[in-house]
């Protein structure tokens, strides 16, 4: 019996680590998720992807602290792929050094909370810094250099105090200096040299710099005084020399006179009174002069301001050879269009979102043979407060492979996209929200989002199929829509794709400006989209476009901030960089930006690109009313085939799009009309000049029948 005891007691104290384990369970998960995203690399000895102890049997690279991941140290190993989805999990991680190596893409948008040293440097990242790093309020060292970050900065170091070390150097960051870089009261040394930042230094004039470095950048004016005694390395830019003005004169208001007291300043008159110089009734009337003069120029500012869109969008038809519709069919148009939304009922859902149906007429069929007249149809919900499928997180587990790299088919602002393959054959697209955007904790938040998305429904609007809600995982299911985005097919084309038709691009822009023609103008309260872009258009296989994100950053309460800090993408609005606050408007340039993508084939910021080609609307919009310019711009792989009228009006549409004053930009119930007009006028050239000559057209004649 007691050589039984002895074996018992020997299997417990000799085989710890494979029973139950050194290493935290959400430590030892995130590592094996890592693994794998690094393409499992030999050179990581002791790692595994499905079993092992991380701290127990002493993986390369990890260093621990009791059953805590504290240091990871993977250095100079050549390593690619992506570092996983899931480490937010290293909660006690202090360091993170995957410098020097072959990564590339994005950054996870989670980020270890509560680490101190963070090393990125010499790898091949892009895109923005994560938002998340904004709540790392313990970070010390941030090292980001000799990467491919592009965009503006971002407003994140404003909780960051205890950053010592900042380095950016060697990447593409553009814009001026994020003002929040003025709370980095800790900081003792920053290395910005090697990008494309503009603007003056004064934000960093009140730190405690010893080390700076800001050379070969676009900086302008004087360098400030409080910067001159540390050390400094300012070359390559275009500083004013010589000492900085004076700020500018300071004039106190005048003091306040009491009729009670005297004033030795106040000059008396024959009677021993006081006067102001001018007698009160002088007073009133320069102050009546001056609210007249206001209220004249007000009144024409406005005048103007609110006749221009309109007179904009009309000119579409009174300019070009094509047969403008006669002014009562316009009449016509407009009066079905107002008749039609004011005298349709609203329909009650169950969430706290109104929906009535869009008009019909406004959504006539792009081309009788082509595509059919859909009405847009409003499916009432059920009385249950969500309608969506709810699903568990064993089942996505299992069919996206428990999140595999494989089943990656898209990563954005907020969250990861997986394609979802379940056992009756269907697939749907999962997306897993960022923990940044939608905290775990906000699973009431979370619900409110699903009620509201779900009650979404246009023929262009990516569906809301289910939900998962689950130990503070959040994720929303989508149809999928296997052929791809937009972005896709414009920007990762290899030599055996098919380019897009003219044809099917003005397809493509008239369905999306019918999606957000109905977020902004059908659904009550309106929807602004805020992350409308190239990769949120879905294609199915006949091309149709479906906007996805649909109400899902204008539900989070966390997006804008998410959001604003990839503003420097080239699809945000100038009003965006400057308040971070999305509007109709906003969504109305961010939809003009991708028409010119549609356009010219270009993505909206190219750093690849010359200096002055770098920004797609700065480079292209001086040359949209421009024949011969506009001829130059449009995308090659179109080779030619595509009708110039056509090509001039949609030029047109855009040019009021992406207008730098917001107030100028025509609602995207305008933008539908122009393009539906534009459609019209190419069908009936088409058909006039079959009829007169005999199946080929008056112009254009180089071009397929099937264009227009």
Not at 204 to 227: C, E, K, M, R
Not at 329 to 357: F, G
Not at 378 to 406: C, W
Not at 661 to 687: D, G, H, I, T, Y
Request: hydrophobic share 35%; aromatic share 8%; glycine share 8%.
């Amino acid at each position: 019996m007691w050589q039984l005891w002895v074996l018992v007691l020997s299997i417990c104290v000799w085989s710890p680590t494979y029973i139950n384990g050194d290493t935290k369970p959400a430590d030892a998960s995130a590592l094996k998720v890592m693994y794998s995203s690094l393409n499992s690399p030999s050179q990581l000895t002791g790692w595994s992807s499905s079993s092992g102890d991380p701290c127990g049997q002493s993986w390369k690279g990890v260093i621990c602290s009791g059953s805590a991941v504290t240091e990871l140290k993977l250095s100079g190993l050549g390593l690619t792929g992506s570092l996983g989805y899931l480490l937010s999990s290293l909660t006690s991680l202090m360091i993170l050094d995957m410098s020097n190596n072959n990564l590339g893409n994005q950054l996870p948008y989670e980020l270890p909370p509560n680490v101190q040293q963070l090393n990125f440097a010499g790898n091949q990242f892009n895109g923005g810094i994560p938002y998340s790093v904004s709540t790392m309020t313990s970070l010390q060292d941030l090292n980001l250099g000799h990467n491919q970050f592009q965009g503006q900065m971002g407003d994140i170091f404003g909780q960051l105090s205890n950053l010592t070390t900042l380095d950016l150097s060697f990447n593409t960051f553009t814009g001026n200096l994020s003002q929040s870089l003025s709370s980095l009261s800790s900081v003792a040394s920053m290395y910005l040299q090697n990008n494309q930042f503009t603007g003056t230094l004064n934000v960093l004039a009140n730190l405690p710099l010893q080390n700076l470095d800001v050379s070969n950048n676009h900086f302008t004016g004087w360098i400030p005084n409080q910067l001159k005694n540390i050390n400094i390395q300012s070359g390559g830019n275009t500083f004013t020399s010589g000492p900085a003005p004076p700020p500018p004169p300071y004039t106190p208001p005048p003091p306040k006179t009491n009729p009670k007291s005297g004033s030795s300043n106040s000059p008396s008159n024959s009677n021993g009174g006081k006067t102001s110089g001018i007698g009160a009734g002088g007073v009133a009337g320069i102050v009546i002069s001056i609210l007249v003069v206001g209220a004249i120029v007000a009144f024409f500012l406005m005048k103007k301001r609110s006749r221009r869109p309109a007179s904009d969008v009309e000119k579409f038809d009174n300019d070009g050879p094509f047969t403008p519709l006669a002014s009562n069919e316009v009449k016509e148009m407009k009066s079905i269009q107002t008749s039609s939304l004011t005298n349709t009922k609203t329909l009650e859902t169950s969430a706290s979102m109104k929906i009535r149906p869009p008009p019909s007429d406004r959504h006539k069929s792009f081309d009788e043979d082509e595509f059919s007249n859909k009405p847009v149809v409003v499916r009432k919900t059920n009385t249950a407060p969500v309608s969506a499928t709810m699903y568990s997180i064993a089942d996505l587990q299992m069919a996206t492979g428990s999140f595999s790299v494989e089943n990656l088919i898209g990563e954005g602002s907020i969250g990861r996209v997986y394609r979802a393959q379940f056992d009756n054959g269907k697939a749907l697209a999962v997306k897993k929200i960022d923990s940044s955007a939608l905290p775990s904790q906000a699973s009431e938040d979370f619900m409110e989002v699903v009620c509201n998305i779900s009650q979404l429904c246009h023929p262009n609007v990516t569906e809301l199929v289910g939900y998962c809600s689950e130990h503070g995982q959040h994720l929303l299911v989508y149809e999928f829509l296997g052929n791809g985005s937009l972005h896709d097919f414009l920007h990762l084309s290899d030599e055996f794709s098919k380019p897009l038709t003219w044809n099917t691009r003005v397809k493509i822009a008239l369905g999306t400006a019918r999606a957000l023609e109905y977020l902004h103008e059908v659904c009550s309260p309106s929807v602004v989209h805020k992350n409308f872009k190239s990769a949120n258009i879905l294609l199915d296989m006949e091309l149709n476009p479906h906007l996805s994100d649909c109400g899902l950053a204008n539900f989070i309460p966390n997006a804008d901030q998410v959001l604003n800090h990839y503003t420097g993408s080239g699809y945000s609005a100038p009003e965006v960089a400057m308040s971070g606050q999305y509007t109709m408007k906003s969504d109305v340039y961010s939809f003009g930006v991708v028409m010119l993508e549609l356009l010219t084939g270009r993505k909206p910021f190219d750093s690849l690109r010359p200096r002055s080609e770098q920004s797609l609307v700065r480079w292209a919009t001086p040359q949209l009313h421009d024949i011969d310019s506009l001829a130059k711009m449009v995308d090659p792989t179109l080779k030619g085939l595509y009708p110039a009228k056509s090509l001039s009006r949609f030029a047109d549409v855009v040019a009021l799009c992406v207008q730098m004053e917001p107030e100028f930009r025509p609602p995207m119930s305008e933008v539908v009309q122009a393009l539906v007009r534009l459609v019209q006028r190419a069908n009936m050239s088409k058909r006039t000049a079959a009829d007169d000559q005999g199946g080929r057209r008056a112009d254009d004649t180089d071009i397929p029948e099937q264009m227009f």
